[in-house]
């Protein structure tokens, strides 16, 4: 027999049964917004309410940049490693220079066949200010070389835009491909078991081949940073060189999305809970 009852503010006021209410039938509520896309539901370990907006992008509200695909990966690393990537410009040269078509394997990317194809990467990150704290910025220029020679046609600017702990706004724009936007979220399925997500939105006008093709890359580049994040230990006190100072203001700004209630990850040899 189907049950109907009626809810107001989360409790149960009534059943259309001749029986009384129980004082535990309630249900918890979840802040949450659908936004760009998505569905996003806020969560604080004290139970506090949202204190910052999720920024809606008007062109996906619009219509102007529309859904041409998306990917996923579930990456093995603690959580802070992935947006940890902004700041840690030293590996762009190592992982990122090879161009796209050398593959994922870093075993195999710097091989001869494709050492006269590079990409170049110059990045900076910061911290927004108040209002904004909550938010970070890396502005990544890019070229590419063809036997050392500068192929200026590929030469474009991003703008990742980190909002909270898991969420990036990446947008691009070049002036034969395009305007369009790479939404990342990171969300944790376990304390070292992150579940990754990017969505393309594309200006309507261009073919769907290009986006397709910019998340193809992309997701070749992001797959690159999975095989070091895979086999790869968070240390929360590492050895850092002065060129990697980048790498400290960032976890000193991440360390705002912790609290002392947060669950703190320790390594027990059999131990189950998280």
Known sequence: MTQYYTWHHLLCTNLFLPCTVPDFAKIKAWPSCEINGMIL?????????????VPEQEEITSKEWV???????????????IPENAADFAHLTFLHEPVFMSGVDL???????WESVKHCW?????????PNKHCSQLVVKHSLTVFGKHFSLMDFAVRARQVGPGLVYLTFEHAFLGRGIILQSVTPVEPLLQHVVHRIYYQRSMPAVIPKFILKVECIQFERDIMIWNNKQYLSKPLLVKEDSAILRHRRWFAQFYSENSTRFTFQKGGLDW
């Open 107 to 113: 075993r195999y990317t710097h091989s001869k066949l």
């Open 122 to 130: 110059k990045g900076e990150w910061q911290p927004e200010p108040e």
């Open 67 to 81: 859904y041409r695909g998306h990917t996923e990966h579930f990456v093995n690393a603690h959580i802070q490693e």
């Open 41 to 53: 539901v806020w969560y604080h370990c004290d139970g506090i309410d949202p204190v910052w907006a």
